[in-house]
């Protein structure tokens, strides 16, 4: 069985920098995709970015883009976000989730079969 465990969150200011991780054991690490999601206090969890099982293809969600990146390594079995730039508004608990499924990543909560614990994110302004 694949357990995800998410690290590197913590208490920031706006524009500063944060990189969380996840690490992955049991299972074959490069059979699936994976994604970010958050969800903060009071709201619905909502996708944050995925990437694809070869790391080459990534999609994020348009309150993100241009400043969080998603890579993974595969030999290393581990996913990164990069989150610069941070605002306020990017305060959530974070989850790293897998998708065992073909095909590339989606990014609805509901196609995901594996998730992290998550990892606070609290961005001061």
């Known amino acids: 069985q694949v357990q995800l465990v998410e690290s590197g969150g913590g208490l920031v200011q706006a524009g500063d920098s944060l990189r969380l991780s996840c690490s992955a054991s049991g299972g074959t690490f490069n059979t699936y995709g994976l994604g970010w999601f958050r969800q903060a206090p009071g709201k619905e969890r909502e996708f944050v970015s995925a990437?694809?099982?070869?790391?080459?293809?990534?999609q994020y969600a348009d309150s993100v883009k241009g400043r969080f990146t998603i890579s993974r390594d595969n030999a290393r079995h581990t996913l990164w976000l990069q989150m610069n730039s941070l605002k306020p508004e990017d305060t959530a608990d974070y989850y790293c989730?897998?998708?065992?499924?073909?095909?590339?990543?989606?990014?609805?909560?509901?196609?995901?079969?594996?998730w992290g614990q998550g990892t606070q994110v609290t961005v001061s302004s």
């Open positions: 989730a897998a998708d065992m499924a073909p095909g590339l990543p989606q990014m609805t909560a509901t196609s995901y079969q594996l």
């Open positions: 990437v694809s099982r070869s790391g080459l293809h990534t």
